[in-house]
Structures are given as structure tokens and as C-alpha cells.
């Protein structure tokens, strides 16, 4: 009882978000499917597969792709993802093109051919591009539909976009993930607490690998950072996997409490005998980027580029340029949530305590 | 029959409400442990949601731009009973996304209870909020069968117990003996809700300790099934022990050998994969289940203590009304005078019984409000709302004797308890913070009003000093029973129907009041003893109160003896609830510290008072003793070992030091020369209610700090016992003179 008040109410109104998308699905005005082309740097790698997952669970989601097309049981691999999406369109609000476009694999200028064509018979509304050459590549060839890159390393120095909050162009629209390497930084150190860190990089790298970012890391958190520096031409080289052991080995590491692998240092051919020596050491083996040098023998690679979500996310920004909103003022930022593999026997080896509330957010444990 | 009630309608009344209460209170008992046991479950399951939007906070993602944030929380409710509702809030505390597709919409209060969990990010500073509402009306579902069963029960066990006493009064049983049998039903009906929801108070244990162990189950086998062997995850032990802790309803939480014998009361739970041979094992906590089943039998005592009180208070009813019908009524007679310290006593248990079944509900409600006034935020409107009483109170009284002169005794209950009615009506239907806040100070007017009858009637209704003695006796404990009653009752309603309610029920209380001032206050009588203790003095009330205090005699009593008593009396309001809060100990240890509190300081000080009085003749004697016994219930708080024990004795000890200390302080201020010569009964009176406020407001900042510092709870004490032995030496100087 409450006076004469009326019944006491809890009153719940949600803010917008500063992503709020229309995820109605909706056709085109004379009842036709939009058609959809979906590019790719060929041979396709696993984010590329996340990333079109990523992309057809949304649309799916939303109600774009019908109950028919049945996404699951799929064998991890990008073509046999892509032929489950196209097998069975009928009746969708969207349409995917019957082929992925792959460049450098098919000729370049074929398919630039063919895009034309098809938007010139207006067979293709948008395109869904993965990676910065596709990108690169859609933006020259200046089509007059939107299209949509959904993973770049860093799109706005790469010129697909002129910044996260202006594409300069109404027609295009690119994911920008901000410092994913400076966050990933600070994740290993807030669960390895380190204070001194040893970090292989190649000096060419500094933009993709992220090096820069690692740098102003450690300055903030106030880590010691020990680098060992390599040139890219060096780290072609047949002997670089061998010198680099050595090198590793001849490092006093006595007091290092951790070591940053970053990218184009440790792969898939090094990583065995580098982590071997790594965890005799006792200290953890930390990757840059890449979960199958997680699978090789390295303790962990924390990733902060959530390509799942990506396309996710590239399916909201799809329903709303349907909608007839315009590419470039959807909002291009994105930050991930982390994604963790480890390998469990470099960490018993490595003396690393795998408590509880890690092994709860770790995606993927290796042996 | 009609006979019967005629004689014992109040005690009916009484004992019908005794039987209500317990029925209500018992249904409240098990609805809130039910609520206590659903909060600590989604505590427990909601700490994987939020370490999930903590990490993902710290590796940079902002809730405002929470992309995938309703999946998230959607995943979380599913591990939550039916029908809850999570919602995300930023800190600003508007809502960010939640489990319901809806992006607006309303909840009844009265349906869903809430679960507030902070957000915090690695530097600890507030990120958000996560609420979760739980629905209340599963759980009343739940309970519906036992409600049934215990109104049918106690219907009947009333029914019994009027028959027996109807019984026992056609076979001319004493009074006594009928109100044992009324007590006698009421403890029947508490054995008998007891045993009734006993096995609720057992479900609800199950369930809460079953959702929380397949929590934790799944979230071990969730990391199982990623390929990791159970020896594998590090601090599982401790990881077990926390949600263990989490939740009272579990005894044990461990990994166990399938083939090891299970304990009592013991069930297990599989684990994934190669672990088949370990199990995960829980089991119910019987000790917690007894503690509050135990809770509840105490509720139910203390209750009937209560109504016990209220009987026995209203006891000397039956002998007002006959008084009130004889002819000596309103003449000037010792009976008339007795009947005046009792029309005092039960008048000051009816007006602070009122009083205190409201005070602190304004605040509540406007928190429940969450509405601020005037630029003020909720908070500080809420504490505003009881502050604001206290000060209209106090600046009401200062004011007294002006209007007390104006409008006389009868007037003055007229409209002070017409104020009250109004200002209390006006905080029952009221949604308005302002208007709460503008009518709980009129309220704190009237209730200045009231105390100025309350002096007026000691003061002008005596014909010798032991008359003013036993009015003003009457006066103390009539306020202590009101606030034993007054603070009992005013929970057991704001829990039932709502934290407003005690408003009407407090403007209802006022119409019972001034109908009984009305009826059995002799204010012809009153009135005419008034004009001729007509105040003959000479300068007005500001240049005789300059007077009279700046003179030392008055200071001392004030130092010594009004200043230590006061602030005594504060310790059972103060310095005892932060002792059990802090010691943790369960609420109900408050209930019966409270209430040995006030049944000391009402039956025991008055007996033991009069046995002091005859033993060493000298008030002064008494109130060293009062100060001294009041040190030691306040030394005794620091004994580190029989806790409850304690302070349940200091509890009591504090109740005599009420109950004793206060008639003598006020005997000895009113004989105070200073005091006789330089003001007149009632406005010493007002003097003596104004500095009692003055203390009673600064000892809480005191008191919280001897609760903190052992230093400051000892030298308080020393400070008591320094004034007893200058009292000594006042003691020695008027044996010599």
C-alpha cells in the first residue's frame, strides 16, 4: 500500500548505443533479393572463414538468410562454408554471388571485369570484402555501390578509409579496430604481471605487427622492454629460424618474466624448438599473433581481433545500408573482446598457474 | 459473551493482533529468507557475466559501445530462474541493454525484487551496473499452501483460546489468569507456524544450494570439455571454497571420489569426460536452516513479548474507565492524581508508540522514491526527512512556552494531535519528496506539541512533590514502552503493506491519542491548578532561561548529571546496533537487545528504582550508581569473548540506567534551586527536553567513535565514573549541611 500513489513502477528505458542498428531484413522495393558479392585475398586463411561465419550467423539472425540455410555442421574450411550459404537461397532477403571473389588467385582483371558487369545489369547491390588488398582493390575500381571491408589490420593507414569517424566516401565503410596490439599488451601483463619482458620484432613491422603499440605499452605500464630487432629481409632467410634460437639462447634471460613473439618471429616452422627453450627457461612464450603457433608449442596468444564478431558486426552495418542508410555514416569502430588459446603443456612445463577464471575465458586449449 | 469482551476488549484486541502479527510476520520471516536465498544464487551465477564484461572493458571495449551486449546478458539469464530480467546500466544508471527485447518498459515494484552487482574496471573505478530482477510471484506461488495452512491454523488456535478464556470468565477466573491464556494461545500459534513452515525453510535451502552447485558444475565441466584435467585448473579448491561462502545455504563444496562413502545429506553432481570417476559433491547446510528457523521462533518471542507489553500497559485502561465514570473525577483527590501519572504514562506509550512506528520510514520511502527535492539528491532528501523532524521538534519547543501559554493544555492536545493527523495523512498520500520533506516537519512541530502537553500535564497535575515525582516517572517510562512498541510495530507494518502505511496508521494512532486525552485528562482540574501556580515571575521566559543557566549550581547538574544521562541513553540507539553490526552478528541479537532494553528500563528500573530510593534516600546517591552501572554497560562492549552475551547485558544494563537514572536526573534538575526560583515547572521541563535534544544529537558522532576506538570507549567510561565521584563529593556536602 502506498498512499495514493500509483502502483510503484520500475521504469526501464533503454539509451541508444552508439551502434544501434535497423536489424529488420527487408528486400528491395520491387520485392527482389539483394544480391551480395564477397571478396577475399586468396588462398582464403582461417580469419577469412570467421569472418564470413561471422557474417552469415548475423544475416541468418536477423532473418536475412532463411531457416533453410543450414549453417551448422560446417568443416571449419571458407569454400565449404560459402557453398553451404549459396546452396539453398531461395526465398531470402538477401542472395550471396555462387562464387567468393578471390583475388590474386583468380586474374584481378577478370574480376574487376565481371563486378562491372554485374553491377552495370544490377546483379550486385554490395560487396563484402576481407582484408586490406580487397579493400584496396574494390575502392580503385570505384564501383557505384557500397561496399563493406570487414577485416583490415588498420584500414585508415592503408587508405581504405579516411579516418574511423570519416570514410570520406559515402560508399564505403570499413571496420576499424583501435590498438588491438597496445590491449593485448596489457592483457598479458595484468595475467602474467610482468616487469621485465623480453620482445623478438621485425623492425619493418611495426605497423601490422603492432611493435609501436607494444612500445607505448610497456612505457605506460612501466615494463622493462628488452628487443631483439631483425630485418624483414633477414627473416627471410633459410638460416633465420636457426639464428634466431641462437640468438635466443645466447640471451641472458635470467630476468625476464615473459616473451613477446610478435608477428613474422615465431611460426608455425620455429615455434616447436623456440618454446621448448622458452619453457626450460620457465618463461612464458607469448605470440603476437596466430593461435596454430599456440597449437605448435607457444604458451599463449592472446588475440584482441575478434574476426567473428567482425563479420558480425559487418551484418548490422549490411542491414542498415539495405535500409537505405548510407555506407559511410555507419560507425566503423569495433573493439573485440579477447580471444585466448594456450597450450597447456607448455604451461605445466613452464611452471604457469592455470587458474580458474583463465581457463573460463580461454577459447581453445592445445596440448 | 458480551460481557466478556465489554471486560477484556482491549486485551482481545491486543491478542487478536498479537495472532495476526505472528501469522504476518511468520509469512515475511520465510518470504525473505526465500529472497535472500534467490539473491545469493544469482550472486553466485553472475559472476561469470561479469567478469566477462570486466575483461572486455579492460582489453578496451566501452559500455557505451557494447557491441553483442544483449547476447551476453541473455546467456547469463538462462542460468537464472524464470522469469528474471537482467538488465546492464552504465554509471550514470541508465539502462543499456537488457534480456527483454522491449526497449521500454515497466516492472510493479511489488513483483520483482533486485540484485545490484557493480562494474567495476582494473583501477576499481565504477564502470556500470548489473541488475537483476527476480520475480517475487513464483515465490509467493511457492508459498501459497503454507500461508493457507497457517491462517486456518492460527484461526483456530484463536478461536480455542477465546473459548477457553470465555470459559474461564463465566467460571470467574482472575484477570490474570484470562491473560495467561490469551499468552498462552498466542505461544501455541508461534509453535504451531514454526513446525508449519519448517519444511519451506528447508526447500528453500535445496533449491538455492542445487542452482548454485549446477552452476558451478557447469562452469568446471565447461572447462573439462576444452580438454583440460581437473588436476589442471590451479585454485579450484579455493575457487569452491568462495561459492561455498557465497552461499549459507551449502555446507560442503568439494570434488570427490565417486567410490568414497556419501556424507549425510550429501548429492553429487558428474563431472565431464575422463573425471568420471569424480564427482562434484555438495551438501544442505542444516545449521543454517536451524539459525533461522531459530530467527523466526525469536521473532515470534520478542512479538509476544510486545504484546505482553501493550496488555500489561493497557491494563490500567479498565481502571481509567472506571475512575473516569466515578464522581471524583476532575476533583482534586490522591486516586484523581494517581490517575494522572497513569493517564500520562499510557498517553506517552500511545503518542511515542505513533511517533516511532513512522520515523524512519520517510527516509526509506524516498530512497524506494529515488526522487531528490530542491537540487537534492535522494540520499540527501531521505536523511533531510528525518533530520528536518527532529529540528522542528526542537525549534518547536523553544517556541512552547509561548504558545503553551496562549493555548492551554486541552488546546494545545487539540491541535498538536490535529498537526500530527494532518501531517501524517499528507506523508501517506504524498509521492512528492518536497511535500514528504514540508510534512514530516510539521510532524516534528506536532510532535513539540505534544511533549509541551505532556509537560504541561506533569507539571500542573500534583499536589506534592512525590505526585510530580510519580507523573514524572509515568512520563519516562511511558516513552520507553511507546519506543519498544513504536519501533516493533512500525516494521512488522512497512514490511506488510509498504513503508507509507505507517503514516495512516501513525494519523490513526494520533485520532486514538487525542480521543484519550480527551476522555481521561481532568483539564478543568488541570487548568485550574495551572492558574494558580500562575507564573508570578517577573521578566519574560529569555531573561530568566539567561538567568537561570548561567548560574553554577545549574551547571554542574547539567555536566554531571542531565549530559552523562542523555548520552546513556543513546547507547542502545548508537553504540549497540554498530557493535553487532560490525561483530556480524544475525538482526536478530538488535531485536532482543532493544527489547531487554526496554522491558529493563520499564518494569525492572522502576522496581529497583524504588527499592534504591528506600535504601539510600539520596538522589544523588542513586544517579553515581546509575552513572557508574552506565560505564560499565559501555566498558563491557570491549569483552572479546561471549559476544551476545554481552551485549545483551549491557543491553539490559543500559535499560536500568534509562529506567533509573532518568526519573532521578530529572528529580534532581527540577529540585535545582536555580531551576525553582528561575523558571516554572513546565518551562523547566522544556529547558530539560531541549538539552536532552542537544545531547542526543552530538552523542551519536561520539558514540561512533568509541564503537571504532577502544580508547574512546574507555575514556567515555572514565568520564562517567569522574562524574559520579564529583557527585560524591556534592553527595558529602549536602550529608554535612
Known sequence: MSGCAQKDLIEVKLIRQEHDFDITPCKKPSGEPYRIGFMDLGPPIESSYLCLKGLAEGLKEMGYLGEQTDLSGSSEDFFDYYERIVRNQEGNAVIFDDEPYMIDVEGNDEIAEKLKKKVENGELDVIVATGTDPGLFLKELDLPIPFLVCLATDPVAAGIIDSAEDTGDDDIWALVEKNPYKRQFEGYQSMFEFKNIGMACIDEFDVIAGNTEYRDAAKKLDVNLHEMIYREEDSYKDDFDEKFLLDLENTNMQDFDAFLFCYGTMDDDNVHSISQLMSDRGIPSLVGDGDSISKGGALMCLSCFDYEGYGNYAAMVLSNVLHGKKAGDQPCLYQSSPHIVMNMATAKKTGFNTRIRLLRSVDHIYR | ?737
Not at chain 2, 493544555?409 to 501517506?428: H, P, Q, R, Y
Not at chain 2, 513504536?486 to 503493506?497: D, K, P, Q, R, Y
Open chain 2, 1 to 737: 459473551m458480551r460481557g466478556f469482551f465489554r471486560k477484556y476488549y482491549v486485551l482481545q484486541f491486543v491478542s487478536l493482533f498479537a495472532a495476526a502479527g505472528l501469522c504476518v510476520l511468520s509469512y515475511l520471516t520465510i518470504l525473505d529468507y526465500f529472497k535472500k536465498n534467490e539473491e545469493q544464487f544469482i550472486t553466485s551465477c553472475n559472476d561469470e557475466v561479469i567478469e566477462e564484461i570486466t575483461t572486455s572493458l579492460e582489453y578496451g571495449k566501452t559500455l557505451s559501445n557494447y557491441y553483442g551486449i544483449s547476447d551476453v546478458l541473455k546467456r547469463a539469464a538462462l542460468l537464472l530462474n524464470e522469469g528474471s530480467i537482467i538488465i546492464l546500466a552504465n554509471k550514470d544508471d541508465e539502462a543499456i541493454a537488457s534480456t527483454t527485447e522491449e526497449t521500454y518498459f515497466q516492472l510493479e515494484r511489488s513483483d520483482y525484487g533486485e540484485v545490484i552487482q557493480e562494474i567495476r574496471n582494473s583501477e576499481d573505478g565504477l564502470e556500470g551496473y548489473l541488475k537483476t530482477f527476480y520475480s517475487y510471484i513464483q515465490i509467493k506461488e511457492e508459498l501459497k499452501d503454507s500461508l493457507k495452512k497457517s491462517i486456518i491454523g492460527s484461526m483456530i488456535v484463536f478461536l480455542i483460546m477465546t473459548i477457553f478464556c470465555f470459559v474461564g470468565y463465566k467460571r470467574g477466573a482472575s484477570d490474570n489468569r484470562i491473560i495467561l491464556l490469551m499468552i498462552l494461545g498466542v505461544i501455541i500459534q508461534g509453535i504451531f507456524l514454526t513446525v508449519n513452515y519448517r519444511p519451506e525453510f528447508v526447500k528453500a535451502a535445496q533449491k538455492s544450494a542445487e542452482g548454485t552447485a549446477a552452476y558451478v558444475n557447469s562452469t568446471i565441466n565447461d572447462i573439462l570439455k576444452k580438454g583440460v584435467v581437473i588436476e589442471e585448473i590451479y585454485d579450484l579448491d579455493e575457487y569452491l571454497e568462495e561459492k561455498r561462502q557465497e552461499n549459507d545455504s551449502i555446507a560442503s563444496l568439494y570434488i570427490k571420489d565417486l567410490d568414497a562413502e556419501n556424507g549425510q545429506n550429501e548429492y553429487i553432481l558428474p563431472l565431464y569426460g575422463d573425471n568420471e570417476k569424480r564427482t562434484l559433491a555438495y551438501s544442505i547446510s542444516d545449521g543454517y536452516i536451524h539459525r533461522n528457523v531459530l530467527d523466526m521462533a525469536l521473532t515470534f518471542i520478542a512479538t509476544i513479548v510486545l504484546a505482553i507489553i501493550v496488555m500489561k500497559e493497557s491494563m490500567v485502561l479498565s481502571e481509567m474507565i472506571t475512575f473516569r465514570r466515578s464522581r471524583l473525577f476532575g476533583l482534586p483527590s490522591d486516586e484523581q492524581y494517581k490517575q494522572i501519572a497513569n493517564a500520562i504514562r499510557y498517553g506517552n506509550f500511545l503518542s511515542v508508540t505513533f511517533d516511532y512506528m513512522c520515523l524512519s520510514f520517510s527516509a526509506l520511502q524516498i530512497k524506494e522514491w529515488n526522487q531528490g527535492a530542491l537540487g537534492m539528491s535522494p540520499i540527501t532528501a531521505a536523511a533531510l526527512s528525518i533530520s528536518i523532524c527532529s529540528i522542528a521538534d526542537l525549534l518547536g519547543m523553544f517556541f512552547m512556552p509561548y504558545i503553551g501559554k496562549r493555548l492551554k493544555g486541552k488546546k494545545l492536545a487539540v491541535t498538536s494531535s490535529m498537526v500530527m493527523i494532518i501531517a501524517n495523512f499528507g506523508c501517506f498520500f504524498t509521492t512528492s519528496t518536497l511535500i514528504m520533506i514540508i510534512m514530516r516537519f510539521f510532524a516534528g512541530v506536532g510532535t513539540a506539541g505534544v511533549k509541551q502537553v505532556r509537560n504541561i500535564v506533569i507539571s500542573d497535575g500534583y499536589s506534592c512533590e512525590k505526585e510530580r515525582s510519580a507523573n514524572l516517572t509515568a512520563n519516562n517510562n511511558g516513552v520507553i514502552g511507546g519506543l519498544l512498541c513504536g519501533m516493533g510495530f512500525g516494521g512488522v507494518i512497512a514490511g506488510v503493506f509498504g513503508y507509507q502505511t505507517t503514516f495512516i496508521a501513525t494519523a490513526i494512532g494520533y485520532l486514538l491519542y487525542l480521543i484519550f486525552e480527551f476522555f481521561f485528562m481532568p483539564w478543568k482540574l488541570l487548568s485550574k491548578s495551572s492558574n494558580e501556580k500562575e507564573n508570578t515571575l517577573a521578566d519574560n521566559f529569555i531573561i530568566r532561561l539567561k538567568k537561570t543557566i548561567s548560574s553554577m549550581k545549574l551547571l554542574k547538574t547539567i555536566f554531571l548529571i542531565i549530559i552523562p544521562q542523555y548520552f546513556l541513553l543513546m547507547v542502545i540507539v548508537c553504540l549497540i546496533p554498530g557493535r553487532i553490526q560490525s561483530l556480524r552478528l544475525p538482526g536478530v541479537v538488535l531485536t532482543y537487545a532493544n527489547l531487554l532494553n526496554g522491558v529493563a528500563g520499564l518494569y525492572l528500573g522502576e522496581h529497583i528504582y524504588k527499592i534504591l530510593q528506600n535504601k539510600f534516600k539520596s538522589d544523588i546517591a542513586i544517579q553515581m550508581l546509575v552513572l557508574v552501572t552506565g560505564a560499565v554497560s559501555m566498558m563491557i562492549l570491549n569483552v572479546p569473548f561471549f559476544m551476545t552475551a554481552i551485549i545483551i547485558l549491557s543491553s539490559i544494563l543500559a535499560g536500568l540506567v534509562d529506567g533509573i537514572g532518568t526519573p532521578v536526573s530529572m528529580d534532581i534538575y527540577m529540585g535545582n534551586i536555580s531551576i525553582i526560583e528561575g523558571l516554572d515547572d513546565t518551562e523547566s521541563l522544556v529547558l530539560y527536553s531541549v538539552l536532552g535534544s542537544a545531547v542526543m544529537s552530538a552523542a551519536p558522532f561520539i558514540l561512533e567513535l568509541c564503537e571504532k576506538n577502544a580508547v574512546w570507549m574507555y575514556g567515555s567510561g572514565i568520564y562517567l565514573i569522574v562524574c559520579a565521584i564529583l557527585l560524591m563529593k556534592k553527595s558529602r556536602r549536602k550529608k554535612v549541611q
